[in-house]
Nanobody, 123 residues
Framework: QVQLVESGGGSVQAGGSLRLSCAAS??????YAWFRQAPGKEREFVAI????????PYTDSAKGRFTISRDIAKNTVFLQIESLKPEDTAVYYC??????????????????WGQGTQVTVSS
């Protein structure tokens, strides 16, 4: 059974940090990404990593503070977030795509999703 399970979310004060994890089971995917959805807003792309390696594009608001990485042996992807801001408050979702083709930034290009993990940043 294919499954993505996120963990690591929580409530932190501005300036703090969190490390989100996404443990995949059932198969290896070509692309893993993090999206987030704030209340009343659409789900937006945050970062992507390809299993074979290479560049790791980030959305502009994530550059410099977010780092995506993977543990090949554990089939797990991480999102390290530093200097958290109140505007980072959202549910963070892990997504995985079977193929390398397609847009990295569209929710429609991912085949599996996790249940989401809440990140709340207070000022």
């Amino acid at each position: 059974q294919v499954q993505l399970v996120e963990s690591g979310g929580g409530s932190v004060q501005a300036g703090g940090s969190l490390r989100l994890s996404c443990a995949a089971s059932g198969r290896i995917f070509s692309r893993y990404a993090w999206f987030r959805q704030a209340p009343g807003k659409e789900r937006e792309f945050v970062a992507i990593i390809r299993w074979r390696g290479g560049s790791t594009p980030y959305t502009d608001s994530a550059k410099g503070r977010f780092t995506i990485s993977r543990d090949i042996a554990k089939n797990t992807v991480f999102l390290q977030i530093e200097s958290l801001k109140p505007e980072d408050t959202a549910v963070y979702y892990c997504a995985a795509a079977i193929n390398y083709d397609g847009s990295d930034y569209s929710t429609g290009d991912y085949d599996y999703w996790g249940q989401g993990t809440q990140v709340t940043v207070s000022s």
